[in-house]
Protein backbone atom coordinates (compact mmCIF):
# COMPACT_ATOMS: atom_id res chain seq x y z
CA UNK A 1 0.00 0.00 0.00
CA UNK A 2 1.11 3.53 -0.49
CA UNK A 3 0.04 6.09 2.14
CA UNK A 4 -0.21 10.72 1.30
CA UNK A 5 -0.39 13.00 4.15
CA UNK A 6 -1.31 16.18 4.08
CA UNK A 7 -1.26 18.24 7.26
CA UNK A 8 -3.05 21.72 7.70
CA UNK A 9 -2.37 23.73 11.21
CA UNK A 10 -3.19 27.47 12.61
CA UNK A 11 -0.22 29.62 11.67
CA UNK A 12 1.64 26.69 9.44
CA UNK A 13 3.20 26.36 5.93
CA UNK A 14 -0.53 25.23 4.95
CA UNK A 15 -2.96 27.74 7.44
CA UNK A 16 -5.90 25.56 8.37
CA UNK A 17 -7.51 29.03 9.27
CA UNK A 18 -8.03 30.10 5.93
CA UNK A 19 -9.76 26.34 5.04
CA UNK A 20 -13.20 25.94 4.85
CA UNK A 21 -13.34 23.03 2.89
CA UNK A 22 -11.22 20.86 0.18
CA UNK A 23 -12.13 19.38 -3.07
CA UNK A 24 -9.95 16.12 -3.64
CA UNK A 25 -9.18 15.20 -6.99
CA UNK A 26 -7.36 11.71 -7.49
CA UNK A 27 -5.60 10.65 -10.93
CA UNK A 28 -4.08 7.33 -11.95
CA UNK A 29 -1.92 7.86 -14.12
CA UNK A 30 -0.87 4.27 -14.49
CA UNK A 31 -2.33 0.92 -16.11
CA UNK A 32 -3.20 -0.49 -12.46
CA UNK A 33 -6.28 0.25 -11.33
CA UNK A 34 -6.50 0.74 -6.99
CA UNK A 35 -8.75 1.95 -4.00
CA UNK A 36 -8.04 4.75 -2.20
CA UNK A 37 -9.76 4.96 1.48
CA UNK A 38 -10.00 8.62 2.56
CA UNK A 39 -9.57 9.29 6.10
CA UNK A 40 -10.02 13.33 7.48
CA UNK A 41 -9.04 13.81 11.01
CA UNK A 42 -9.34 17.02 13.13
CA UNK A 43 -9.09 17.59 16.91
CA UNK A 44 -11.89 15.81 17.72
CA UNK A 45 -10.74 12.38 15.77
CA UNK A 46 -12.45 11.67 12.39
CA UNK A 47 -14.49 13.88 10.55
CA UNK A 48 -14.53 11.97 7.14
CA UNK A 49 -14.20 8.75 5.70
CA UNK A 50 -14.25 7.76 2.06
CA UNK A 51 -13.71 4.99 -0.33
CA UNK A 52 -13.55 5.92 -3.83
CA UNK A 53 -12.04 3.19 -7.14
CA UNK A 54 -9.67 4.96 -9.61
CA UNK A 55 -9.55 2.79 -12.84
CA UNK A 56 -6.48 3.06 -14.59
CA UNK A 57 -5.94 6.33 -16.80
CA UNK A 58 -9.27 7.77 -14.76
CA UNK A 59 -9.82 10.96 -12.58
CA UNK A 60 -12.11 11.10 -9.51
CA UNK A 61 -13.36 14.04 -7.97
CA UNK A 62 -14.49 14.10 -4.03
CA UNK A 63 -16.10 17.41 -3.41
CA UNK A 64 -16.41 19.55 -0.27
CA UNK A 65 -14.44 17.70 2.37
CA UNK A 66 -15.46 20.40 4.98
CA UNK A 67 -13.00 21.02 8.12
CA UNK A 68 -14.75 24.27 9.57
CA UNK A 69 -11.34 26.70 9.39
CA UNK A 70 -9.55 24.13 12.20
CA UNK A 71 -6.58 21.88 11.93
CA UNK A 72 -6.68 18.64 10.17
CA UNK A 73 -5.07 15.97 8.50
CA UNK A 74 -5.51 13.91 5.53
CA UNK A 75 -4.86 11.24 4.87
CA UNK A 76 -5.00 8.83 1.87
CA UNK A 77 -4.37 4.92 1.65
CA UNK A 78 -4.23 3.31 -1.37
CA UNK A 79 -3.57 -0.86 -2.62
CA UNK A 80 -0.85 -0.15 -4.59
CA UNK A 81 2.71 -0.40 -3.71
CA UNK A 82 4.35 2.09 -5.43
CA UNK A 83 3.10 6.03 -5.83
CA UNK A 84 4.61 6.67 -9.16
CA UNK A 85 1.21 6.76 -10.78
CA UNK A 86 -1.14 8.25 -8.32
CA UNK A 87 -1.31 12.14 -8.40
CA UNK A 88 -3.32 14.25 -6.18
CA UNK A 89 -5.19 17.62 -6.05
CA UNK A 90 -6.57 19.47 -3.24
CA UNK A 91 -8.48 22.33 -3.99
CA UNK A 92 -8.61 24.74 -0.51
CA UNK A 93 -11.50 26.59 -0.15
CA UNK A 94 -13.18 29.23 2.09
CA UNK A 95 -16.94 30.25 2.06
CA UNK A 96 -16.48 28.62 -1.71
CA UNK A 97 -13.81 30.71 -3.08
CA UNK A 98 -10.44 28.91 -3.98
CA UNK A 99 -7.58 30.15 -1.59
CA UNK A 100 -4.73 27.55 -2.73
CA UNK A 101 -3.90 24.09 -4.27
CA UNK A 102 -1.93 21.56 -2.99
CA UNK A 103 -0.41 18.94 -5.25
CA UNK A 104 2.06 15.53 -4.36
CA UNK A 105 5.02 17.65 -3.47
CA UNK A 106 2.88 18.75 -0.61
CA UNK A 107 2.06 15.67 0.67
CA UNK A 108 4.31 13.26 2.67
CA UNK A 109 4.45 9.98 0.53
CA UNK A 110 5.02 6.11 2.00
CA UNK A 111 5.49 3.76 -0.36
Sequence with gaps: ????RLDAVEYGHIDARYIQSVDLTITNAG?????VLIHGYHLYGVYY???VHVGAGSTVFVPNI?????AFS??????INYTHSTLVTVHAKNQGQLVAVYSNSDFQAIE
Design 74 to 79: LLLVTN
Design 66 to 70: TNHNT
Design 1 to 4: MSIY
Design 49 to 51: VGL
Design 31 to 35: AEEFD
